[in-house]
């Protein structure tokens, strides 16, 4: 049964940074793309920030030099860094995983298998 659970998101001042990990089990957690996407209130689901099973990294525009994914895999726990916050960084936060074997990352919600709960990201 694969689980994926987020923390460390919160209320924070424009500017300012967090750290969102999400903690994988249930697979063997290396051999797979893992993603980070965040929803706005009122708006659709967006991919922010990807990782494929051999380690290559993508990020969507609005992110670019400001977020930093990356994957613990002695810790089964994929990371995201967040620099630079922004209101408009204001969402919920879920992190995403393809099932085991899909090495390759694609921007689409519609390819993940696996969603955590999400966590808020509150930017003001």
């Known amino acids: 049964h694969v689980q994926l659970v987020e923390s460390g998101g919160g209320s924070v001042q424009a500017g300012g940074s967090l750290r969102l990990s999400c903690a994988a089990s249930g697979y063997t957690y290396n051999r797979n793309c893992m993603a980070w996407f965040r929803q706005p209130p009122g708006k659709e689901r967006e991919g922010v920030a990807f990782?494929?099973?051999?380690?290559?990294?993508s990020y969507a525009e609005s992110v670019k030099g400001r977020f930093t994914i990356s994957r613990d895999n002695g810790k089964n726990t994929l990371l995201l860094q967040i620099n630079s916050l922004k209101p408009e960084d204001t969402a919920l936060y879920y992190c995403?995983?393809?099932?085991?074997?899909?090495?390759?990352?694609?921007?689409?919600?519609?390819?993940?298998?696996?969603w955590g709960q999400g966590t808020q990201v509150t930017v003001s």
């Open positions: 990782i494929s099973g051999g380690g290559t990294t």
């Open positions: 995403a995983a393809r099932r085991m074997g899909l090495w390759q990352c694609t921007s689409s919600s519609d390819d993940f298998n696996y």
